[in-house]
């Protein structure tokens, strides 16, 4: 029986705060949406995983390995409905529906909901509502509504596949979550036991008792790689420098096999610094004809993803470019942009700074640029 897993992560997450939406927000080292799919992909009875995003984050796909991207809607419903149409070519038995800003899902839950689907046609976990419910009007308590029988919802919320394509295929739109579509079609929905901690993100707040509830979790160990980096390349007649990903205008250009991206190339050899993986020619070597002239960013997302692979995310980073001239300053903000853009990460997790060598030594005589870098990672 083969499980699929949709992580709906279109909306815009405005009540949260931030820059943002809040799915692309940091929460204790690595990006929500990271979170969340991590919870699916390693959970040993979820197959597949689609994750539908709104149409302006595609290209943070980037970060995600092994992972379906379906561009969502302008409703829930409809973005549900274009994870579930990008599964028809190849139908699951059952779907999972998790909403993305419930990262802290845990796999007793997902098997609760996986177990109910042997005898329900659609099942959901929640937590029974033990507080008093008041009516209010006008800020004072206009009465009391009993509790017997109420349930707070949460996600994943799972079906048998078939039944709830054709439920969303068929539905009004405008549904709270999926188990009001499947109840709409005349699907059975069973309650299993839900977890507090399974919490969804909505505010501000909730930013940082999500925060609390993983340091609980997972304890203070945490798993820090730092990893520095070294290059240099000298000038050779041209008319540009490319330098972490952007070009510079100048006088010369930079010499190397490949576009001798001196910035990039340090903070790349960093990376596989803190993963004790190596350098950058151990892992595209100068004697392969293929890497002559390479655009850098190769060797850059080969780094990010190596290191996103070992459950490792970039904490910051900081390049410091050694040169008389070009002068990188008007171009650093540029710079940064493009590293943050090439590892899919925020850019205020990015620096680049220059200095001088005071007319002293080969890059004082204007000879060459030197770049050093250093690279922290976590693992989550």
């Excluded at 209010?136 to 009391?144: I, K, L, M, Q, S």
């Excluded at 078939?162 to 739109?173: K, Q, S, V, Y």
């Excluded at 909505?202 to 930013?207: I, R, S, V």
Aim: hydrophobic share 45%.
């Amino acid at each position: 029986m083969e499980i699929a897993c949709i992580i709906v992560a279109a909306g815009r997450g405005t009540r949260a705060g931030g820059d943002v939406p809040k799915q692309w927000r940091h929460l204790h080292g690595r990006r929500v949406a990271d979170w969340t799919v991590a919870a699916f992909r390693e959970h040993g009875r979820i197959d597949r995983v689609v994750l539908v995003l709104h149409p302006d984050d595609l290209g943070q796909a980037r970060g995600f390995r092994d992972v379906l991207i379906a561009a969502g809607g302008a409703t829930r419903d409809a973005s549900v409905l274009a994870g579930l149409e990008a599964l028809a070519g190849d139908p699951p038995d059952l779907v999972l529906i998790h909403d993305v800003a419930r990262p802290l899902v845990g796999p007793a839950v997902i098997d609760r909901v996986i177990d109910a689907l042997e005898h329900s046609a659609g099942a959901a976990p929640a937590l029974a509502v033990t507080d008093a419910l008041w009516m209010g009007d006008g800020g004072r308590v206009a009465g009391t509504q009993d509790r017997t029988g109420l349930y707070r919802a949460q996600t994943p919320q799972g079906f048998r596949y078939g039944a709830i394509l054709a439920a969303h295929r068929t539905h009004p739109g405008g549904a709270a979550d999926d188990v009001e579509v499947a109840r709409h079609a005349g699907l059975d929905v069973a309650i299993v036991e839900g977890d507090e901690a399974n919490m969804k993100i909505t505010g501000p707040a909730d930013f940082a008792r999500a925060e609390k509830l993983m340091q609980n979790a997972m304890g203070d160990a945490m798993d820090i790689r730092v990893g520095q980096g070294y290059d240099v390349h000298a000038f050779e007649p041209g008319e540009a420098c490319i330098i972490c990903g952007v070009p510079v205008p100048h006088d010369k250009k930079l010499k190397g096999h490949s576009d001798a991206d001196v910035g990039m190339h340090a903070l790349t050899d960093a990376i596989y610094g803190a993963l004790a993986e190596g350098d950058i020619g151990q892992h595209f070597p100068p004697s392969d004809p293929q890497w002559k002239g390479a655009a850098s960013d190769i060797f850059l997302a080969h780094a990010i993803e190596l290191a996103r692979s070992k459950g490792f995310e970039l904490a910051n980073c900081d390049v410091t470019l050694i040169c008389e001239r070009p002068k990188i300053g008007p171009h650093a903000g540029a710079m940064r942009a493009e590293l943050a853009r090439i590892m899919a990460v925020d850019a205020e997790r990015v620096s680049v700074k220059a200095t001088t060598s005071e007319r002293l030594g080969f890059t004082g005589r204007e000879e060459g640029i030197a770049s050093m870098a250093v690279a922290t990672l976590v693992k989550a």
